[in-house]
């Protein structure tokens, strides 16, 4: 896989992105495909593709990217439901390999998903 990630690019501000959280370590953005009412995506700035290619190294990230969840949920007024999503590889849905969380809220969401 070469070149710069989609997300990589909204990183550098090379691409647009609704901002809704930022800090030194991760970045989260609305959706532009929603698939609920509330819709972002978590990312690193530290490009990994997927989880399964995370690292040992990569845990206290890995950690510290579900307790940004929780913070981003808060900010956006749904912390009392929503879904965290994590698809790993295509044949899972994945579509842009850097490492994202989606944050879904804002409507009922049913057991199985997909």
Not at 5 to 27: N, Q
Not at 71 to 79: F, K
Request: hydrophobic share 45%; with cysteine; aromatic share 6%.
């Amino acid at each position: 896989m070469g070149g710069k990630t989609l997300f990589s690019k909204i990183i550098d501000r090379e691409i647009p992105a609704d901002i809704v959280y930022e800090d030194d370590e991760c970045l989260a953005f609305r959706d532009i495909n929603p698939q609920a009412p509330t819709h972002v995506l978590l990312i690193p700035k530290k490009p990994i593709a997927m989880v399964s290619e995370a690292t040992v190294a990569d845990t206290a990230l890995l950690g510290m990217l579900l307790l940004k969840a929780g913070d981003v949920a808060r900010q956006l007024g749904c912390e009392e439901a929503f879904r965290l999503v994590v698809n790993n590889g295509a044949g899972a849905g994945q579509t842009v390999f850097h490492l994202h969380i989606h944050i879904l809220a804002g409507r009922p969401l049913g057991w199985p998903p997909g």
